[in-house]
């Protein structure tokens, strides 16, 4: 089992830059497919980027291939979501997953979450 812990959320203006981190706790990340979602209030968990086990190539989706970089520290139990040119639509809780499905996109195919963390963008 993993235990995942989110941090660095907060308030940022539109065209800035946040870093969320994930640690994890327990078993490695690397054993793991892992990803970062997002949702926002009456809509399913979104995802936003993943990774298969052990790194590689990040997986993004459309809506943010281009700002948002996906990177995983295995020494540190850490990976992290880079978000730059930030939107308003780009709001939500962001969660940390981790999971056994290679290249899932789906949120009930991981296993393990984080609390979530806020991210707001003003317009």
């Known amino acids: 089992q993993v235990q995942l812990v989110e941090s660095g959320g907060g308030l940022v203006n539109t065209g800035g830059s946040l870093r969320v981190s994930c640690v994890g706790s327990g078993a490695p990340l690397s054993w793991y497919v892992v990803a970062w979602f997002r949702q926002v209030p009456g809509k399913e968990r979104e995802f936003v980027a993943g990774?298969?086990?052990?790194?590689?190539?990040?997986d993004y989706a459309d809506s943010v291939k281009g700002r948002f970089t996906m990177s995983s520290d295995n020494a540190k139990r850490t990976m992290y979501l880079q978000m730059n040119n930030l939107k308003p639509e780009d709001t939500a809780v962001y969660y940390c997953a981790a999971g056994r499905q290679s290249g899932s996109r789906v949120f009930n195919e991981y296993d393990y979450w984080g609390q979530g963390t806020q991210v707001t963008v003003s317009s």
């Open positions: 990774m298969e086990r052990g790194g590689g190539t990040p």
